[in-house]
T-cell receptor, first 115, second 116 residues
């Protein structure tokens, strides 16, 4: 498995501002993902963070709203831009480790509240 | 289309009871992976088990056991002698190997409350 950390763990933000969430892994990983979990809901994939190229976004998510960076094999950021109360969610980073085990491990999540 | 259904939204049991969480999946792929994750109130997602589509053997890990039946497209999870610490939301998830995107499709989750 991998040890994943996220910063911040939680935040309360004002409408119209942006927040950048960081995800750090203790080892190099092939794939990193960002998920959103709205209150009381399941997890939905936002995008796959690709190292050295643009992220691959799922239907309903766009780069202008959720810009993602992945400068190396152990780090990624997700920005939630121009926030509204509807963006209040838990944002989770996950990784798939090398070796093709197809198991994804998740970070502790970032609880975001937008007022 | 890929889909995971967890029909039980909430389950409440008394400590030491056995409880089974149901998971039914849909996929057109012949090679796929199924997962169970636990989400305690703190919010992190804890990996419990991964099963590939070619391995239908049931698995037991302590008080946890999983029953995978391809004939009914089900991957059910049983907790024996439940404890208060088992209270959490449990998610079943599916990943298709063919696309190799690593994308996980999650069910809606089952909230398990174990009362003392």
């Amino acid at each position: 498995s991998a040890v994943i950390s996220q910063k911040p763990s939680r935040d309360i933000c004002q409408r119209g501002t942006s927040l950048t969430i960081q995800c750090q892994v203790d080892s190099q990983v092939t794939m990193m993902f960002w998920y959103r979990q709205q209150p009381g809901q399941s997890l939905t994939l936002i995008a796959t963070a690709n190292q050295g190229s643009e992220a691959t976004y799922e239907s309903g998510f766009v780069i202008d709203k959720f810009p993602i960076s992945r400068p190396n094999l152990t780090f990624s950021t997700l920005t939630v831009s121009n926030m509204s109360p509807e963006d209040s969610s838990i944002y989770l980073c996950s990784v798939r480790t090398s070796g093709g085990t197809d198991t994804q491990y998740f970070g502790p999540g970032t609880r975001l509240t937008v007022l | 289309a890929q889909k995971v259904t967890q029909a039980q939204t909430e389950i409440s049991v008394v400590e030491k009871e056995d409880v089974t969480l149901d998971c039914v999946y849909e996929t057109r792929d012949t090679t796929y992976y199924l997962f169970w994750y636990k989400q305690p109130p703190s919010g992190e997602l804890v990996f419990l088990i991964r099963r590939n589509s070619f391995d239908e053997q049931n698995e037991i890990s302590g008080r946890y056991s999983w029953n995978f039946q391809k004939s009914t497209s089900s991957f059910n999870f049983t907790i024996t002698a439940s404890q208060v610490v088992d209270s959490a939301v449990y998610f079943c998830a599916l990943s298709e190997a063919r696309s190799n995107t690593g994308k996980l499709i999650f069910g809606q989750g089952t909230t398990l409350q174990v009362k003392p």
